[in-house]
C-alpha cells in the first residue's frame, strides 16, 4: 500500500516563474492538505481540498493556486515565485475531511534562486 | 502567532537523561497529534490523543492529553541519540477542517 507520494522531491526556479507540484494521497484517502515548511520552521497550512474543492485555506496570497483531481490526487501551483517561497512544500492526506490522522508525503523542496 | 505554542524552542541533553516538551494553546482541539521529523523527511505520526486527560505511552515516550484539550505534552525517558529530530505537535480545532501545526522542538540527543 503506497503512502502519500509527491513530486519533484528537489527544484530549483528562478524569481518570477511558475511552479507545479503533484501529490498521490494514501490509497483510501480523499483529502488532500497542503503545507508549506521553512526551514528551521513547523510547517504551515496553505489550503485543503476535498471532493475537488478547496475546502480550507490558510493566510496565503492568491499566487498559491491548487487543483484536486477526480482520483484525488492534487496539485500546488505557485506563480511569480518569490525568494521567500524557498521552502519544503508537504503534502498530507486523510480519509474524511476532519480526520484525527493525517499522513505526509516526503515533501518537495523547491529552491527559488 | 502560532495557534500552537511549543516549548523549548531547542533542546539538547546527553544521552540517557529525561526530557519533557511542551505544547499549548488557547483553543480547544478534537485531537491533537505528535510527530517526529528528520532533516530532508516529511513528519512520521507518533500518536494521536484524542480524550481530555488521555495518556498514551509508545515504549519510553509517553503523551499526555490537557483536561481541557487545549495542551499536550510529551515526556521523554532516558533518551537515546536516534531520538533526535523535530518533534511537532499538530490540533484540529473543534468545528475547523484543517491540522495546524506548532513550531517545534528541536531536540538533540548528544553520545
Known amino acids: 500500500d503506497a503512502g502519500v507520494t509527491q513530486s519533484p522531491t528537489h527544484l530549483i526556479k528562478t524569481r518570477g516563474q511558475q511552479v507545479t507540484l503533484r501529490c498521490s494521497p494514501k490509497?483510501?484517502?480523499?483529502?488532500v492538505s497542503w503545507y508549506q515548511q521553512a526551514l528551521g520552521q513547523g510547517p504551515q497550512f496553505i489550503f485543503q481540498y476535498y471532493e475537488e474543492e478547496e475546502r480550507q485555506r490558510g493566510n496565503f496570497p492568491d499566487r498559491f493556486s491548487g487543483h484536486q483531481f477526480p482520483n484525488y490526487s492534487s496539485e500546488l501551483n505557485v506563480n511569480a515565485l518569490l525568494l521567500g517561497d524557498s521552502a519544503l512544500y508537504l503534502c498530507a492526506s486523510s480519509p474524511q475531511r476532519v480526520g484525527n490522522t493525517i499522513y505526509f508525503g516526503e515533501g518537495s523542496w523547491l529552491t527559488v534562486v | 502567532t502560532q495557534l500552537l505554542e511549543q516549548s523549548p524552542q531547542f533542546l539538547s541533553i546527553q544521552e540517557g537523561e529525561n526530557l519533557t516538551v511542551y505544547c499549548n494553546s488557547s483553543s480547544v482541539f478534537s485531537s491533537l497529534q505528535w510527530y517526529r521529523q528528520e532533516p530532508g523527511e516529511g513528519p512520521v505520526l507518533l500518536v494521536t490523543v484524542v480524550t481530555g486527560g488521555e495518556v498514551k505511552k509508545l515504549k519510553r515516550l509517553t503523551f499526555q492529553f490537557g483536561d481541557a484539550r487545549k495542551d499536550s505534552s510529551l515526556h521523554i525517558t532516558a533518551a537515546q541519540p536516534g531520538d533526535t529530530g523535530l518533534y511537532l505537535c499538530a490540533g484540529d480545532v473543534v468545528n475547523n477542517n484543517d491540522m495546524r501545526f506548532g513550531a517545534g522542538t528541536r531536540l538533540t540527543v548528544k553520545p
Open positions: 490509497s483510501g484517502h480523499d483529502t
